[in-house]
């Protein structure tokens, strides 16, 4: 039997452990009255939705499965149209049939999206030609414009968050539920401005392929569940005490807290202390979660959270991201690793190989260079072959569209590009081209390991 999970610490306690990256709002009634508001609401997601997705992390976890999480760095309000939705669901789907039908391995297809908008800072304020003003925090928190109004906290959008990811979770069900995501539509996925690049024709042929293999099944009478729906799951940072703890319920089944703004939740690199509000309020909630790793991360502190988090050690539910950067990824990942392995901790290992690799680039621009992407791919499937041990995904940051935001890849973007279409809030996200070519790219890392 599970030991008990802690009980729920009530948001009073939360917030007196002094919190990191917390808004500060200005009127404390008016929060109360969202946090009184949001937990009357329907849940986003349900608890046995979550309990399914830890079993699918479990098999992560056990070497037999791959994930893929994706999707922008900072959703915004504004961003949520169908289009913007359909196109990030399509790159995933696109990318989920690369890595499943070039390395036959299970794909477990994880959303960085419906819930993804409250970011951390390592600066809490933001000076533009002598004006100083607070940070963006996140549609969440406060407005990107830089204007005194637009950047102050306010609780009001928590609410907005709650109701742009009901409508984004709608539409990725609708477009689930409804086909969209049925296997025989993997050509249509491939729309012209794709096919037009190597690794949208690389993508065709391969599309034709499954069609055959397709009709084949069909031929001789086989006609799985699996080649008509998917399973697509939702994720985002737990970052906002008053938000996630009003979203976190009592599941009637098993008596246990989830927190039903997600399936799978993470704690940020910046607020993963020990002892810290995050560590604490997941430590009590029974959804899949994730923490991020960074370089300073110590074999020890990697032990001392996976005993907080997982202290019964159930498979599927700890995965820990490492976030390296390319030029650490290969003397800093081991040690973790190996000490991690050899005390018999079931984690599931995936690689985030955005935010250890950011830049500016000479014209100001926040950016990401394809080729250190892939460097710390390579890294992080040659520390864990080393060490016998499985590569259990990777967590990105990307978007269906056709944006010029990270250098690098096929299209060899260059650094006087970036201006062209630059939409992201925070940080530069792959291109729906640089997507197809990482999902290609670790494919074969995926199979070189298998034969
Ligand atoms: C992020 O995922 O956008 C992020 C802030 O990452 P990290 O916590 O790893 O810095
Ligand atoms: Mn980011």
Redesign the pocket.
């Known amino acids: 039997m599970p030991h008990d999970v802690p009980a729920l610490p009530s948001l009073e306690a939360l917030r007196a452990t002094g919190a990191k990256q917390q808004p500060t709002y200005a009127d404390p009634a008016r929060v109360a009255a969202v946090y009184d508001d949001l937990r009357s609401r329907p849940p986003l997601v349900y608890a046995a939705e979550c309990d399914e997705l830890t079993d699918k992390l479990a098999a992560v976890a056990r070497g037999e499965a791959f994930l893929l999480q994706g999707g922008d760095?900072a959703e915004t309000f504004a961003g949520v149209t169908a289009d913007n939705t359909r196109n990030k669901l399509r790159v995933l789907l696109q990318m989920a049939v690369v890595l499943t039908y070039a390395a036959s391995v299970p794909v477990v297809k994880l959303g960085r999206l419906a819930g993804q908008y409250a970011?951390?800072r390592s600066s809490d304020t933001e000076t533009r030609a002598g004006v100083t003003l607070p940070a963006y925090r996140g549609d969440a928190v406060n407005g990107f414009e830089f204007t005194e109004t637009a950047r102050a906290h306010d609780p009001a959008r928590l609410q907005e968050v709650y109701r742009t990811s009901e409508a984004t979770l709608r539409m990725v069900r609708a477009f689930i539920d409804g086909g969209y995501a049925d296997l025989r539509k993997v050509h249509t996925w491939n729309t012209a401005f794709v096919a037009d690049s190597v690794a949208g024709q690389r993508y065709e042929a391969m599309a034709h392929e499954i069609d055959r293999a397709m009709a084949f099944m069909e031929a001789i009478g086989a006609d799985p569940d699996e080649f008509h729906k998917v399973d697509f799951h939702i994720s985002h940072?737990a970052l906002l005490l008053e938000y996630e703890h009003a979203m976190t319920r009592t599941d009637s089944r098993s008596g246990r807290p989830y927190d039903l703004s997600g399936h799978f939740l993470w704690i940020?690199?910046?607020p993963r202390q020990l002892d810290g509000a995050h560590v604490e309020l997941l430590s009590s909630v029974s959804n899949p979660i994730g923490v991020?790793l960074?370089p300073t991360t110590s074999a020890d502190d990697a032990l001392a959270l996976a005993e907080r988090l997982n202290p019964d050690n159930v498979p599927g539910r700890l995965t820990f991201v490492t976030?390296f950067g390319a030029k650490k990824i290969r003397d800093g990942l081991p040690d973790l690793v190996e000490k991690v392995h050899a005390s018999g901790l079931q984690v599931a290992w995936v690689c985030?190989p955005m935010?250890g690799n950011t830049f500016e680039a000479s014209s100001g621009y926040k950016t990401r260079a394809f080729e250190d992407v892939m460097d710390e791919v390579q890294g992080f499937f040659d520390v864990h072959h080393a060490l016998g041990t499985w590569p259990g995904g990777i967590h990105v940051?990307l978007t269906g569209d056709d944006v010029t935001e990270c250098v690098g890849g096929g299209e060899e973007l260059a650094e006087i590009d970036l201006g062209s279409r630059y939409e992201s809030v925070?940080?530069p996200r792959l291109n729906r081209v640089q997507s197809l070519e990482l999902a290609f790219l670790t494919a074969e890392m995926l199979r070189a390991r298998s034969s």
Request: with cysteine.
């Open positions: 760095c970011k951390p940072e940020g690199e910046r991020k960074g976030r985030d935010h940051e925070c940080d």
